[in-house]
């Protein structure tokens, strides 16, 4: 069946503008992930979303994140005035059961944001 | 919070060899420990995970085991390919929180 896909799969971005990235999970997965993978490191956690609703967002690096999934679906994870410590690849993940029962993760191919 | 420490960072070997990566996490209460192979310009896929009430999985050449009491688990290739070569991540959770992952071990596989 169709996996996690995210689009753009590449972004380019000046220093200073706005981008959204979009996560289409697997059908009927309640839990969605957002990480962010550094160049030659292991995805670091953003936020989290059961359902509609975001549970946790202690990972975002700041105020200029903001992430939703207003239908319980698809999912933006926007980033205002880049910076280029914002440069990474943006993974998202989806699972089909809610975080308090431990199930298992699938992957969308990510974006990699370069901000110049 | 949880901490997961993964070795080595880069590994070759022969093809038809064997290899072993190894982590360790520092949270009793993490439950499941699934590991991931990314490729470049791909996500991580999952390849293999255990559960805290198994001790050793296994799925055709890879095989993962755990270790409750040292708190570490590792992954084991066998009969290693060149398709093997990948970049190899461990990963930790308990439930209510997000997967901790470990940095990596770059895979070489040689024909």
């Known amino acids: ?40 490191q292991g995805p670091e956690f953003l936020t989290y979303f ?40 943006y993974l998202c993940a989806s699972s089909l059961l809610p975080l308090n029962s431990v199930h298992e993760q699938y992957f969308g191919p990510g974006t990699r944001l370069t901000v110049t | 919070g949880e901490n997961v420490e993964q070795h080595p960072s880069t590994l070759s070997v022969q093809e ?8 360790t996490y520092s949270d009793s209460a993490s439950n499941y420990f699934p590991w991931y192979k990314q490729e470049l310009g791909k996500g991580p896929q999952l390849i293999i995970d ?3 009430n198994v001790g050793e999985k296994k799925d ?39 997967l901790i992952f470990g940095k990596g071990t770059t895979l070489s596989v040689s024909s």
């Open chain 1, 50 to 89: 059961q359902n509609e609703a975001q549970l946790d967002k202690s990972g975002l690096p700041s105020d200029r994140f903001f992430a939703e999934r207003p239908e319980g679906s698809v999912s933006t994870l926007k980033i205002q005035r880049t910076q280029q410590e914002d440069s990474a690849v």
């Open chain 1, 1 to 40: 069946g169709a996996g996690v896909s995210q689009s753009p799969r590449y972004k380019v971005a000046k220093r200073g503008q706005d981008v959204a990235l979009r996560c289409d999970p697997i059908s009927g997965h309640v839990s969605l992930f957002w990480y962010q993978q550094a160049l030659g």
């Open chain 2, 50 to 52: 255990i559960r805290s």
């Open chain 2, 60 to 98: 055709q050449r890879i095989a993962v085991t755990l270790n409750k009491t040292a708190k570490h688990f590792s992954l084991h290739i066998t009969e290693t390919q060149p398709e093997d070569s990948a970049v190899y991540f461990c990963a930790a959770i308990q439930a209510g929180t997000a």
């Open chain 2, 16 to 23: 038809g060899d064997s290899a072993v990566i190894k982590c």
